[in-house]
């Protein structure tokens, strides 16, 4: 009798096929095209159409994906295999053409693709038999560049399909667990269960739709109303609503995190002893308490969880010290202060980061202007670097090269801070051609210095990633990336 109880709990807790699970969400994807796209939004729709090289489980860890084996036999050479029988949505197979075509893509310069400096180091992509790929590296880098392979920016696209003209933007053909089948901008997206993925039993939910509700209010009033199963929560304080008898509550650290970015081509924001003063001058605990009610942590230039990572509580320039900011400030030439501007966005709680901070730095006589702008507008300043500071958020990485090459190196593709500094370039280079891991941690805190110092951003703090949903939701979990790519294991018990 015991065992048959046993097996019948087992059997309840077991996943189930089928169903339909409806996620609000609070920005719509800006663009579908994976070599592309930067928005956090698009990467959390498209890793679920698209699928890369290799992949992260549930513990971080790189394991094979599109690819079924990896193998290194120098640090010069990367060689995949590339799984057999994967299909992409439209019912071809996926080939070691099209992997071939998706990184000549990428590294082509007229695609201006965000991945690209991922790649620097990759001297030839070249297929090896009818199912290898091989990476030929220029310098012993082989085991740096891994995680690229697990990005959304490196996803596996169908040759054919760009081929026949087809605008990646607008139209998708992965190979993911689910197929896009609609997206009806502003309002939803509408997936369906992809019959030919190749992880076995995957996904379970037949059909998952996002629907697009920009306020928070408006989505803890659909979740607790029935009308949606699963939620983001950006406010913490919101959590309350919620005992953890009677709701799923998701709540993962991530490697992301909010930043105070500056425009170091425009005085007197392009003296590094100016933005240094603003360093001392936030108190980020206090931004923390304020903003996200204590779900969060500080954040230095890499996420104190890592291995790399120097904690903020060692960096000096991350003591909150007014007294040091108005001596620097003095030191600049700025007795008392000066003007700027912060362009912020109604999304992401970026405004509320503004305002805190605009109220810290009054205390030391600055007086900074927050400019708050709509989204669309809010991604063209970015892109096109106008602006005197911003607040935003960034994506970490479990490697440091991914984290910072792109940002922080002269004429990176996401340096849009107008920061060039040859040591910073150098220690970069340095970082990647390195192969003994101590040495490169060595490598990476001198870096990580050098960047606080240069204070071309502030780094404030990493937030919790918190979901909420209906107890019939099951086996829903974030990784530290935020990726909800765990949808394809996500079932529902009604």
Do not use: C
Request: charged share 20%; glycine share 6%; no cysteine.
């Amino acid at each position: 009798m015991v065992a048959m109880l046993i097996s019948v709990a087992a059997f309840a807790n077991a996943p189930k096929s089928g169903g339909r699970l409806v996620m609000a969400l609070n920005t719509e994807p800006v663009g579908l095209d994976p070599t592309l796209v930067t928005a956090f939004a698009s990467h959390r729709v498209l890793e679920l159409v698209y699928g890369g090289l290799l992949r992260f489980d549930e513990k971080m860890n790189l394991v094979p994906h599109i690819a079924s084996e990896m193998e290194i036999p120098n640090p010069y050479t990367i060689v995949f295999t590339i799984r057999e029988g994967v299909r992409f949505h439209d019912g071809t197979l996926l080939t070691v053409e099209d992997v071939l075509f998706t990184f000549n893509r990428i590294l082509d310069p007229a695609v201006q693709s965000p991945a690209a400096s991922f790649y620097a180091q990759v001297s030839s992509v070249e297929t090896l038999g009818a199912n290898k790929v091989i990476f030929i590296l220029k310098a012993p880098v082989a085991s740096v560049i891994l995680p690229n392979f697990a990005t959304g920016n490196s996803s596996i696209i169908s040759k054919k399909f760009v081929e026949s003209g087809a605008n990646l933007q607008l139209a998708t053909n992965g190979v993911g667990p689910f197929i896009l089948k609609e997206f009806v901008a502003g309002n939803y997206l509408h997936f369906v269960k992809n019959p030919h993925y190749f992880e076995p039993g995957l996904p379970y939910l037949d059909e998952l739709r996002f629907v697009i509700i920009p306020e928070e209010i408006s989505r803890v009033s659909a979740l607790k109303s029935g009308n949606v199963d699963l939620i983001q929560l950006s406010e913490p304080l919101n959590l309350g609503q919620f005992p953890e008898s009677q709701w799923m509550i998701d709540r993962t650290p991530v490697l992301s995190y909010y930043l105070l970015g500056f425009n170091a081509s425009r005085p007197p924001l392009d003296n590094p002893d100016v933005r240094n003063a603003l360093n001392y001058a936030i108190n980020r605990e206090a931004i923390i308490q304020v903003v996200t009610f204590g779900e969060a942590m500080p954040t230095g230039v890499l996420n104190p969880s890592l291995d790399w990572a120097i904690p903020p509580s060692e960096l000096p320039e991350y003591t909150y010290n007014p007294a040091k900011a108005k001596e620097l400030l003095t030191k600049a030439g700025y007795p008392n202060g000066f003007e700027f501007s912060i362009t912020a966005a109604q999304r992401f709680n970026f405004d509320k980061v503004a305002q805190v901070i605009q109220a810290q730095l009054l205390e030391v006589g600055v007086r900074a202007h927050i400019n708050i702008v709509e989204w669309g507008i809010f991604i063209a300043n970015w892109r096109e670097s106008d602006f005197d500071s911003f607040v935003s958020m960034n994506s970490g990485s479990v490697e440091p090269d991914i984290q910072l090459n792109r940002t922080f190196r002269t004429g990176g593709s996401t340096n849009v801070f107008q920061y060039g500094n040859p040591k910073v370039d150098e220690l970069l280079d340095l970082g990647i051609e390195t192969v003994d891991q101590a040495k490169r941690k060595l490598v990476y805190e001198e870096l990580q210095r050098i960047l606080v110092a240069d204070s071309p951003i502030l780094f404030l703090y990493s937030p919790n990633n918190i979901h909420v949903g209906k107890l019939s939701v099951n086996g829903f979990l974030t990784l530290p990336t935020e990726s909800t790519v765990f949808l394809k294991q996500t079932w529902i018990d009604r």
